[in-house]
């Protein structure tokens, strides 16, 4: 399969500049870039497809160019609602080793080197009139006026935007500039709604080198059932990080792989194209049996492996789907558990030491949201202790496992 056909037919493929999308195939210069603003010390599944489109790039041989913006990131890529807060100095040097070690991960999975740049590095030493004389004279404040966020934030009802927010399309434009001249880089992947702002890029390269680039976008992720995007940065997100880099944005990994087990039928092949590895030939077959026995669930197994896989390794993926079976097999007796098994378990799910009573234990591991809430789920039957239904707050004093729900567990050891 060529890149072009595997591209369409993982869905990778939404505003570009390409004309003919088999171009891809034999393009002279096989150089792409994508970049990360530090907004948070995670990425989420959102911004990990458009890396599973820039892995699929590298499959193919291309060599890309991954840049975190430790210059963007200090202002914030424009919203439609409003202004972004500020990050200090110190949050955004924090998110950026978080963010870079992540992508590493990913795109390192896919077989080739990579180049890690940082527009840090270049707009720490621009002069602003040097820029406003080079960047600034080469783009029409009608242009600018034109782009779909600005009219939002400057429309009625809109919240307006500052100059610095203004101004994000410009410093985004100068970094495709800059990495064309520095490394001959030509061609900018992208989120389908960051393609406005890709634009920009292409046009500082034609303006001031007299170049063609381009850039291809990968539309956003929505889920067919239920119309919401995937991996928001703010609410209910699901992050790529395992663990808390010190701002609470992590998901377990069991917690991952039980929101990808959960999907549903509907949208799992959708998704299994999407967010892994597997071949048009696995999918099908995949989708063949499922159909079949659909009650097995044989998709959503393979979708979450194969994305677990993909994000935290294969021999995690392997644990947590291991310890799913265990913990869900209606035959399993919790209080048989060794020490050493649920030593074992403990490295895929919350701990609390012995001793602490039932309504702090959910509280504390965030299954509850407050006490009150707590003692509802305790009242209402939803929490059990080694497979036996509590229904009062109670310390629990032995090794057990707590189960709230259908598929939240926490150790107690």
């Known amino acids: 399969m060529k890149l072009s ?26 150089k792409f870039y994508w970049g990360a603003d530090p907004s948070a010390d995670s990425l989420t599944i959102g911004n990990l497809a458009s890396l599973m489109m820039c892995a699929c790039f590298v499959r193919h041989g291309y060599e890309p160019y991954l840049l975190v913006g430790g210059a963007t990131g200090q202002i914030g890529d424009p919203k439609d609602n409003g202004e972004r807060d500020l ?21 390192g ?25 080079e960047i600034g004279k080469n783009f029409s404040m009608t242009q600018l006026l034109d782009r779909q966020f600005v009219q939002k934030r400057i429309g009625d009802g809109g919240a307006g935007i500052s100059y610095a927010e203004f ?23 992208c989120g389908a709604d960051q393609y406005g702002n890709c634009t920009s890029g292409i046009h500082l390269i034609k303006r001031l080198e007299n170049k063609d680039a381009d850039v291809w976008s990968t539309p956003l992720v929505i889920d067919p059932v239920t119309g919401r995007k995937f991996g928001k ?75 677990t896989s993909v994000v935290h390794g294969k021999g995690a993926a392997e644990a947590v789907e291991n310890l799913t079976a265990t913990l869900f097999n209606r035959e399993t007796d919790f209080a048989e558990f060794s020490e050493d098994e649920l030593t074992e378990f403990a490295a895929y799910l919350p701990v609390v030491s012995k001793g602490t009573m039932l309504v702090d234990i959910l509280t504390n591991t965030g299954l509850a949201e407050s006490k009150k809430k707590a003692r509802e789920f305790i009242m209402q039957g939803a929490v059990s202790v080694n497979g036996t239904k509590v229904t009062d707050d109670i310390a629990i004093n032995q090794t057990a496992i707590v189960k709230k729900g259908k598929n939240k567990f926490v150790i107690v050891k």
Not at 13 to 22: G, M, R, S
Not at 87 to 104: F, G, P
Request: hydrophobic residues 35%; aromatic residues 14%.
């Open 233 to 307: 940065s703010e609410g209910n997100a699901v992050w790529l990080a395992a663990s808390d880099n010190g701002n609470g944005n992590f998901t377990s990994i069991f917690d991952f792989y039980q929101f990808w087990m959960n999907q549903p039928d509907e949208s799992v092949e959708y998704l299994i194209k999407i967010y892994t590895l597997l071949s048009p030939e696995e999918i099908e077959d995949i989708m063949r049996r499922h159909s079949e026995a659909p009650e097995k669930r044989i998709a959503q197994r393979a979708l979450a492996f194969g994305v």
């Open 5 to 30: 056909e595997e591209l369409l037919y993982r869905g990778f493929k939404a505003e570009t500049t390409i004309k003919d999308v088999a171009d891809l195939d034999t393009r002279e210069s096989k």
């Open 167 to 189: 101004s994000y399309t410009l410093i985004q434009g100068y970094d495709f500039l800059h990495l064309y001249r520095q490394y001959g880089v030509d061609l900018q992947l």
């Open 87 to 107: 990050k200090s100095l110190e949050e955004v040097e924090h998110n950026k080793k978080c963010i870079k070690e992540q992508v590493e991960r990913i795109i």
């Open 109 to 133: 999975g896919a077989g080739s080197a990579f180049t890690m740049v940082d527009n840090y590095d270049w707009f720490k030493n621009i002069n602003y009139l040097e820029f406003l004389r």
